[in-house]
């Protein structure tokens, strides 16, 4: 057997009548398309439903899967404690899934569960599918802060875990759209909001997954959407099947955007499998890249690849020109992979005898030794892109009047506490959200006074 069928699914728990108390009149939408995927799924009769939720336990780099034989939940931190659940877990399929990530080396697994408790993002869908269906086991993952590619890559893991065993099963991916759809919303509204979700509910009627790799991470955080990583794994699952899909509602009354989809896989398709295709666009768009870099960001390329690799520091090659030579500044040295930070580390002055040796050694740095990241591999070389920023010389300012989010870096300091943050970053928009974020590098308090220094770069790509 296999995946029978997926849904996107949206889980506010006001739509549970005992939670609204009335107010769930407002997406009446919504919850008749919920009830329709509920005897959708009875339908299909499946064994096992597999339910994605941002609201499950969730790591930076890791995907967790419930634990145990049981889980209970209720609706009590909502006001409706007499809506509750206790669900079997399908241990089988989970120690399936969690053999092939190992064997895949997609981290996944069952570690670090505290709260055994079930989330809203589990319980909204179970309470609509319980009302049609009984007969099935659970499983439930949580989404993690790796790239979307990994997310994709944790679908196909789990479609072939169900084939493994010959589960009947149906995937379920719960997640809120944007959360700024209006000025009343409970976030307020931002432009990207109702982009988001019209971009979104486009991709996934016309069922084109593909297309879900390319939305961009600055983006999706400006429109504070909660779902897109889980859409994603669910697409994984359905890698390489020919689908039929079928958009039932969108609605944005409450400044919350919730869509609900259904997708019925119809046989093997080779053409529609989408991380192959995204990987082989995006080869072809970093060779170019690679093949046009200037010796900045050729010099930190090669300072990483050979630390990662042979655990050696170069030394200055021959083709790097005199003026990285000659010249001393501070320099930082950024990477990126698949769109998302890696690492990012750099000097605010020179500490070392020449730019180019400036660069060599924050090359490593960025690479290995940034707290935030584990040290890169050396199977993400050929994904990584790197910018090399040349500092120029801080000067003191008297007022954040003085600076400009797009031209200059800011440098915070109170005591012995010094933050920097660069110029122009994506997702970045204001000298006072830019301020913000330099005091909480520093450690500094948002209220605290400190000094500040500006300065300008030049970006190397």
Known sequence: MAIVGTFAVPHPPMIIPQVGRGSETQVEATIRAYHRIAGEIAALKPETIIISSPHAVMYSDYFHISPGTHAAG???????????FRETYDTELRETICSLAEERN??????????????HGTMVPLYFIRQHYQEFRIIRIGLSGLPLTTHYEMGQVIREAVQKIGRRAVYVA????????????PYGFALEGPEYDERVMDVLGRAAFGELLEFEEGFCEKAAECGHRSFVMMAGALDGDAVRPCRLSHE??????????????EGQD????????????????????????????RLARTSLESYILNRQEIDIPDWVPNEMRSRTAGAFVSIHEHDRLRGC??????????LAREIIQNAISASTRDPRFDPVKPAELPWLQINVDVLGTPEPIDSPEQLDVKRYGVIVTKGRKRGLLLPDLDGVDSVEQQIRIAKQKAGIRPEEPVSLERFEVVRHY
């Open 345 to 354: 580390i750099g000097t605010i002055l020179p500490v070392t005898g020449s």
């Open 74 to 84: 209720s609706f009590a931190r909502f006001g409706a404690a007499e809506v509750s």
């Open 106 to 119: 997609q981290p996944a697994g069952t570690l670090g569960e505290r709260d055994k408790t079930l989330d």
């Open 270 to 297: 080779d053409s529609r499998r989408f991380l192959d295709r995204y990987l082989r666009k995006t080869q072809e768009e970093l060779k170019k890249r690679r093949d046009a870099e200037d010796p900045y960001v």
């Open 252 to 265: 944005d009354v409450t400044g919350v955007g919730y869509g609900i989809c259904g997708f019925f896989p």
């Open 174 to 185: 719960s997640g809120d759209l944007s959360h700024k759809l209006q000025d009343y919303g």
